[in-house]
Each structure stands twice: as structure tokens, then as C-alpha cells.
């Protein structure tokens, strides 16, 4: 960087109109990205701090505390012909080097000389200095806003310019200096502008570091951390005052922190006898559809309070409350009228009507998929020793809601009205549970279903999903996944694993591809493969974010075969805590050598070890300590102890290590060949009986 380089803030930003509230994140995060990647390509200088993001419904800026303001010094080194080439016999430029020396825009005297391997040759050597930051500036904004993931781009007056939502002024300061830039017709100026109603009027930056506090005294929280601190505190108080607890949903928060500018709660509350309605009907409306705070009691059970918030701090928050209240009474009034109704009908002639509805044209109706899911769950329910008849049951219930008015309207309670209905109808209270735990985990971070049979029912109704699935055609491409297969897979896998149903998959697989109703085109075995492969492959990343590498995955995955996936599991878990040993490393790279020495031998290798043929120290110790190695481990295989088991094997790395050293395998006499070759099968066959550990070596 030229030494008399200053060090300026940089501010810019792009209002707009509202943007789109669940884009909001995303784009504010494109634009800072963009910003700094323009920087960084150019090669100026700039500290980021603790800077960040910062974005409203109507704005999104960059505020970086320190940029240079002007680029490096820019250096090219161009190579041009040797001197063979170059000079001809007299000493004098030949074509080519005139040539090189015109394109470089100098005389040919002034080119310098190097040498490389080939010998000494012409270069051009130029510095230049670096462009001012300024005059760079607006092609760095063009470019962040071009890579920007604008959902559904939008054109307003007569011109060509799309963005999210129409643009209405840019700021671009660097330093207390004006940077000239354009963007969609908007010339960059230090004139934002403050709330929309609180101060609708313009507001001047002197400089890059009044930004924040400046529009904070115009009513407009930039800092979407700051703006979401305070709906927090704003919800909480208003709860806390109406005698309750705010229920805060992560994404509702998110919204609402998209939404405005100056969030203020306003506490409301509606007639209980809506509180007769399933709660979690009353929270949807509030939440999804309103984006409001329900107001939870000392049991954690839905009061008659909410809160929502504003963006406007109203002379007349009476007539805020008013509206609040108006707008959440139709829809609580409808969900009541639906659940009166469908508590008329009961869930058994709901169920009826299944038979009308298209699952998937190749896989019949939705009736169809309960019977299959039926006898998929009565064979889990007996495998895991729960009550086969109530698995019965629950599955034949488990799809019923959809034919139900209340889902009808807010789909979300899939399985949530069926367990309400399930119960008005004197079902029992496991089934009824059942019904809902199926859809467990219902998104990311979700538990699984909490009780066995609710397990059961969830397995059974995605080895369905997974098997119709693949055998329809329907397998995930690219970001496209209309069944939701790959999160079926991890909600299968999720709820083996952690719910401990010790149950082998392959014969569970196999039973759901033959009962669909359409016979795979690549055949029975092969779409099982597939379905296997797709469900470890969700594994991988599951356990990845638990900080299990792709290592010792692969190494669980393609050594001996796992009987169930909490075995897999257990195995997992074991070879995780093995790599940390020291004798680790060793015994993998050992047993990767064993494996490739095993696999290039001629012949079979013999079943059998003779001892009479051990004829070196080394490898008759090494016999000695498989054999203690295998009888310790008998046992703990059996148990499933698998850390004890790789415990006890990183033992044998004294006699493993002085075996390589001291013993050359393949002896000239074929009968001791043959026998340190058992002696090798008998060592790596044990110490992959958890896991192929080979695959930790690098």
C-alpha cells in the first residue's frame, strides 16, 4: 500500500421500499458480502472491525470503520522473448522484441532483463499507481448488488432497472466526502431518510460514523441485533405485566424484526371462551398468520393475552390495541366454528373420506398409504416390542385430520387435530399422542417423537414416504425435493437413532418397497441399495454438526456391517473416541498396510494359524497378543462395548509396530508366507470387527 495511504470510513446505503420480510436477512447479508468482496478483489485495504451487516424494511447498508483510500501500488511483470530471440547477430532488436517493446509502449533499451531454467530473456517491469477508492466505488456497488439473491425481481417507471423492490436514494460516503456513484437512476448523496410516519424527513450524515446514532434519533433501528434485543425486551415486558410469559418463536421474531423500523410492543387480549379451541390452533393464527406473541401462564398453558408489535410508537395505542384485537377474532372465531364441526363428524368418518384424496397418482390415494403404513407399523411395533394393536390403530387414525376443517385452514396442525379428535372420540390417550408424534421432528432442531408407540408410527410412515418415493421417481434433484425426501430420511434416521429402536433397517426397507403399489425400474435390490445409501447420506450431516469428521464415518460405514443404526451409532461414537488415542494413527496405517498386503496376495490366504511356523520373535509375540487381544474382546463385541473393545486393540501397537519392523511377510518359503499372512488376516479382521479404522489413516 502506497505509504501516504489514509484510512476512511466507508458508509453505503440503498433504501428502498419495504422489502420482502423473509428475503430481508439474506439480502442484507449479499449486499455486506458483495461490498467487501469488491474491496478485497481490487486489493484495498480496509479493517472490518466489528462491523456487520445492518438492514430495515427499507434499507440496507455497509458501515466499514476503516478503508484506504486508494489501492496499492499496482505492479506487472510482463515476460517477453530471450535474448536468441530477441537480438540478431549484430546485437540489434529482431521483429519480435520490437514488437514486445511497442505493446509494452516503451523503446526496447528500456526493457529489463531475467533468467529463468531456459536462459536470460526481456521483461517489462511497470508500476502504476493504485486507483483512488472513490473512482472505484460504484462499480463495487454494482457488482454486490448484481450477485444480490433478489427473489422476484421487480421493474417500476419507464426504464430497465429490477431490483427486490424500487430503490429511492443511495448514500455513499467515504470520510465526510460525497462518493459519486449511481445506482437505478439514483445519484449517491449523504441524504437518508428517517421512519416512514415517526420522521418523514431527510436525514443528513456528516460523516460515515454519525450513521447508527443518527438515524436511532430518526426513529429507525439499523442494527437488526439492536432492533431484535428490543422486540425481545418490548414482548417480555408487555407479557410480563399482564401476568404471563411471552412465547417467543424464533422465525416469528425474525419476521417481525423484518417488519419495522421501530418496534413497540402493545399488549392485547381476546374473550376466553376461545381458549375452549385446541391451543396450538389459537397460536397459529397468532403467530403465522399475525405475526403476534402469545402470552403463556404460569403452567406454560395459552392465556388470553398476546401481544404485538408495532411499528410506531402511537399518541393513541388504545385504537393499535383495537385494530390488533378486531383483526385476531376472525380467525379465532373460525377455528372455533372448525373445530366444532369436525368434533360433530369424528375422526372415523373423517377417515372415510381418505379414500377420495390423491396421495401421488402412482401410489394411489391417501387411503391406500394408511394401509401400507398399517402393516409397516404393526411388523416395527413387534420387532420393538410395543403394543401391536395400538400401533394398528393409530396408524389406521394417522392421516384422518386431513379430511378435517381445521387443517383445512391452518395445515400446520396436521396430526395436532388428530390428536384433539383422537381423544374427543374416547381413543386411547397413546394413540391419540401417536397420531401427532408421527410428524416428529416436524423442522430442524426438532425432538423426536417422545413416546415408543408415537416412534413407531413415525418410522413406519416415512419408510413409506421414502420407499414410495424412490420407486415412483420422485427422488430428489438439485434444491428440488417435493416430497421431502431428504427430510424424511433424517427424521427416519433421527428417530432410530435417538429414540434406541434397535431394529435392523435393511428388512423394514424391504417390506416398504414391496408394498407399494408400482414395482421399481431398477428392481427391488436395487432401490434398496439406493434408499439405504440416501438415508446414511443425510447421516453424514447430521453427524458432521456433531463434529464427527468424514473419516471416521466412512470408516463406520464401510466396515463390518452394523445391525441396527444406535449400533452404528455406538460404533460411531466409539471410533470418535478412539482416534483421540495415541496409538490411533499407527494401528490405522498398520491395518491399512495389513489390508493392502492381504489383497495383492497370490493364492488363499489359510483359514488357519500354525504356530510351529512362527519362526521369528516378533511375530510369534504378535500371535500371542492377537490371540489375549481376541479372547478379551469375545465378550465385549458381544455387549456391545465397542470403546472397551478398540481400548483393549490399541494395546497390541508394541507387538504390531515390532512385527513390521523385524518380519518380512512375504518369506521365500510358501508355508511361512502363507502363515504370516493368516497371522496378518487374523490381526486386521479383529481390528476391524468395530469399525474399517484403516480409513483414519491418511
Known amino acids: 500500500m502506497a505509504g501516504d495511504t489514509t484510512m476512511q470510513p466507508l458508509l453505503v446505503e440503498l433504501g428502498t421500499e419495504e422489502l420482502p420480510v423473509k428475503a430481508l436477512p439474506a439480502l442484507g447479508q449479499a449486499f455486506f458480502d458483495g461490498i467487501v468482496a469488491g474491496l478485497e478483489s481490487r486489493g484495498i485495504h480496509f479493517e472490518r472491525g466489528e462491523s456487520k451487516p445492518l438492514y430495515t424494511p427499507r434499507r440496507l447498508a455497509v458501515l466499514l470503520p476503516a478503508v484506504a483510500s486508494e489501492q496499492p501500488e499496482q505492479r506487472s511483470e510482463v515476460l517477453g522473448p530471450y535474448l536468441n530471440i530477441a537480438l540478431d547477430a549484430d546485437g540489434q532488436p529482431t521483429r519480435a522484441l520490437q514488437g514486445f517493446a511497442a505493446k509494452a509502449g516503451v523503446e526496447w533499451t528500456a526493457l529489463e532483463k531475467t533468467t529463468d531454467a531456459k536462459g536470460e530473456r526481456f521483461v517489462h517491469r511497470s508500476v502504476k499507481p493504485g486507483a483512488r477508492t472513490r473512482d472505484l466505488l460504484g462499480g463495487i456497488i454494482d457488482e454486490a448488488i448484481a450477485g444480490m439473491p433478489i427473489p422476484k425481481p421487480m421493474r417500476w417507471g419507464n426504464h430497465a432497472h429490477a431490483f427486490a423492490r424500487p430503490v429511492h436514494w443511495l448514500v455513499a460516503l467515504l470520510g465526510t466526502e460525497v462518493v459519486d456513484a449511481e445506482v437505478m437512476g439514483k445519484r449517491s448523496d449523504r441524504m437518508s431518510r428517517g421512519h416512514r410516519f415517526m420522521h418523514d424527513k431527510p436525514v443528513w450524515f456528516t460523516a460515515p460514523g454519525d450513521y447508527i446514532e443518527s438515524l436511532r434519533a430518526a426513529c429507525v433501528l439499523v442494527d437488526p441485533d439492536e432492533r431484535r434485543a428490543r422486540i425481545v425486551s418490548e414482548v417480555?415486558?408487555?407479557?410480563?405485566?399482564?401476568?404471563?410469559?411471552?412465547?417467543?418463536?424464533?422465525?416469528?421474531?425474525?419476521?417481525?424484526?423484518?417488519?419495522?423500523?421501530?418496534?413497540?410492543?402493545?399488549?392485547?387480549?381476546?374473550?376466553?371462551?376461545?381458549?375452549?379451541?385446541?391451543?396450538?390452533?389459537?397460536?397459529?393464527?397468532?403467530?403465522?398468520?399475525?405475526?403476534?406473541?402469545?402470552?403463556?401462564?404460569?403452567?406454560?398453558?395459552?392465556?388470553?393475552?398476546?401481544?404485538?408489535?408495532?411499528?410506531?410508537?402511537?399518541?393513541?395505542?388504545?385504537?393499535?390495541?383495537?385494530?390488533?384485537?378486531?383483526?385476531?377474532?376472525?380467525?379465532?372465531?373460525?377455528?372455533?366454528?372448525?373445530?366444532?364441526e369436525d368434533m360433530k363428524q369424528g375422526l372415523a368418518s373423517m377417515n372415510e373420506g381418505l379414500a377420495t384424496v390423491t396421495y401421488q397418482?402412482?401410489?394411489?390415494?391417501?387411503?391406500?398409504?394408511?394401509?401400507?403404513?398399517?402393516?409397516?407399523?404393526?411388523?416395527?411395533?413387534?420387532a420393538a416390542g410395543a403394543d401391536a394393536a395400538s400401533a394398528r390403530r393409530a396408524a389406521e387414525l394417522s392421516k384422518a385430520d386431513l379430511q378435517s376443517r381445521l387443517v383445512g385452514e391452518f395445515p400446520e396442525l396436521q396430526g395436532i387435530a388428530g390428536r384433539y379428535y383422537a381423544a374427543v372420540g374416547n381413543e386411547p390417550v397413546q394413540v391419540a399422542h401417536a397420531i401427532d408424534e408421527a410428524y416428529m421432528p416436524r423442522f430442524a432442531?426438532?425432538?423426536?417423537?417422545?413416546?415408543?408407540?408415537?416412534?413407531?408410527?413415525?418410522?413406519?410412515?416415512?419408510?413409506?414416504?421414502?420407499?414410495?418415493?424412490?420407486?415412483?421417481?420422485?427422488?430428489?434433484?438439485?434444491?428440488?425435493?417435493?416430497?421431502?425426501?431428504?427430510?424424511?430420511?433424517?427424521?427416519?434416521?433421527?428417530?432410530?437413532?435417538?429414540?434406541?429402536l434397535d431394529l435392523a433397517l435393511a428388512p423394514f426397507l424391504t417390506d416398504a418397497v414391496a408394498l407399494q403399489p408400482v414395482s421399481p425400474k431398477e428392481g427391488a435390490e436395487a432401490t434398496i441399495a439406493e434408499l439405504s445409501s440416501f438415508i446414511f447420506d443425510r447421516l453424514r450431516g447430521y453427524y458432521a454438526d456433531q463434529g464427527v469428521t468424514s473419516r471416521q464415518f466412512d470408516a463406520v460405514l464401510q466396515g463390518a456391517t452394523a445391525s441396527s443404526l444406535p449400533d452404528?451409532?455406538?460404533?460411531?461414537?466409539?471410533?470418535?473416541?478412539?482416534?483421540?488415542?495415541?496409538?490411533?494413527?499407527?494401528?490405522?496405517?498398520?491395518?491399512?498396510?495389513?489390508?493392502?498386503?492381504?489383497?495383492?496376495?497370490?493364492?488363499?490366504?489359510?483359514?488357519?494359524?500354525?504356530?510351529?511356523?512362527?519362526?521369528?520373535?516378533?511375530?510369534?509375540?504378535l500371535a500371542e497378543a492377537v490371540d489375549a487381544a481376541i479372547a478379551d474382546t469375545d465378550p465385549l463385541l458381544a455387549g456391545r462395548d465397542y470403546v472397551a473393545v478398540l481400548g483393549r486393540l490399541a494395546r497390541l501397537r508394541p507387538q504390531v509396530d515390532a512385527f513390521f519392523d523385524a518380519v518380512m511377510v512375504n518369506a521365500d518359503d510358501p508355508a511361512i508366507r502363507g502363515n504370516r499372512l493368516a497371522l496378518l488376516k487374523r490381526l486386521s479382521d479383529r481390528l476391524g470387527s468395530v469399525a474399517a479404522i484403516e480409513h483414519l489413516s491418511g
Request: aromatic letters at 6%.
Open 361 to 382: 397418482k402412482q401410489l394411489g390415494s391417501v387411503a391406500d398409504k394408511v394401509a401400507r403404513v398399517v402393516q409397516l407399523a404393526e411388523g416395527i411395533a413387534a
Open 236 to 340: 417480555e415486558s408487555a407479557a410480563d405485566a399482564a401476568g404471563g410469559t411471552a412465547r417467543i418463536d424464533a422465525g416469528i421474531l425474525e419476521e417481525v424484526n423484518g417488519l419495522v423500523e421501530w418496534p413497540v410492543a402493545v399488549s392485547c387480549s381476546f374473550e376466553r371462551d376461545f381458549l375452549a379451541v385446541p391451543a396450538e390452533a389459537l397460536i397459529a393464527a397468532m403467530e403465522t398468520h399475525q405475526k403476534f406473541f402469545p402470552v403463556l401462564d404460569e403452567h406454560g398453558a395459552l392465556g388470553e393475552h398476546f401481544v404485538g408489535i408495532a411499528n410506531i410508537a402511537s399518541r393513541d395505542e388504545a385504537e393499535v390495541r383495537k385494530g390488533y384485537e378486531r383483526v385476531i377474532r376472525p380467525r379465532f372465531a373460525d377455528a372455533k366454528f372448525f373445530f366444532v
Open 445 to 500: 432442531g426438532d425432538g423426536i417423537a417422545p413416546s415408543p408407540l408415537g416412534r413407531v408410527l413415525a418410522v413406519a410412515e416415512r419408510l413409506d414416504t421414502l420407499a414410495g418415493g424412490f420407486v415412483a421417481g420422485l427422488k430428489p434433484t438439485g434444491n428440488k425435493d417435493p416430497f421431502a425426501l431428504r427430510r424424511n430420511a433424517l427424521g427416519l434416521g433421527r428417530t432410530l437413532i435417538e429414540g434406541g
Open 568 to 621: 452404528f451409532d455406538r460404533r460411531l461414537r466409539a471410533i470418535a473416541e478412539f482416534a483421540l488415542l495415541p496409538e490411533a494413527d499407527a494401528l490405522a496405517a498398520a491395518n491399512k498396510r495389513s489390508r493392502n498386503i492381504l489383497r495383492k496376495a497370490e493364492g488363499e490366504v489359510p483359514d488357519t494359524l500354525d504356530p510351529a511356523l512362527l519362526v521369528e520373535p516378533a511375530e510369534r509375540e
